[in-house]
């Protein structure tokens, strides 16, 4: 079992910054590697970031560029979002969520365990 909580959402207006965090935990937790996620209301889920197990690699989203980077402390199970330049079509429920190695970084069928997700509204 894995538990996944993040945090760190909230409402700022566009060109403003937001840095979201995903602690997780669980007796299996390290056998899992993570990524993020967001939905807006009525669209799909899309993917955002993700990471490789024991690289410095990781995977972005087409629609993210370079305003958002994603990091890791490993020491602490967490995983960070940090964004920036925030844009109108960044509004969306952001979710952390785990797969298992050698599964599909960007597909969310690929992870087994989701967290609640923290909401991220940005304000024109």
């Known amino acids: 079992q894995v538990q996944l909580v993040e945090s760190g959402g909230g409402l700022v207006q566009a060109g403003g910054s937001l840095r979201l965090s995903c602690t997780g935990s669980?007796?299996?937790?390290?056998?899992?590697?993570l990524g993020w996620f967001r939905q807006a209301p009525g669209k799909e889920r899309e993917f955002v970031a993700a990471?490789?197990?024991?690289?410095?690699?990781?995977y972005y989203g087409d629609s993210v560029d370079c305003r958002f980077t994603a990091s890791r402390h490993n020491a602490e199970n967490t995983v960070y979002l940090q964004m920036n330049d925030l844009k109108p079509e960044d509004t969306a429920v952001y979710y952390c969520a785990a797969r298992a190695p050698r599964k599909v970084y960007n597909s969310g069928p690929s992870y087994d365990y989701w967290g609640r997700g923290t909401q991220v509204t940005v304000s024109s």
């Open positions: 990471f490789e197990r024991g690289a410095s690699t990781v």
């Open positions: 669980g007796p299996t937790f390290n056998n899992y590697i």
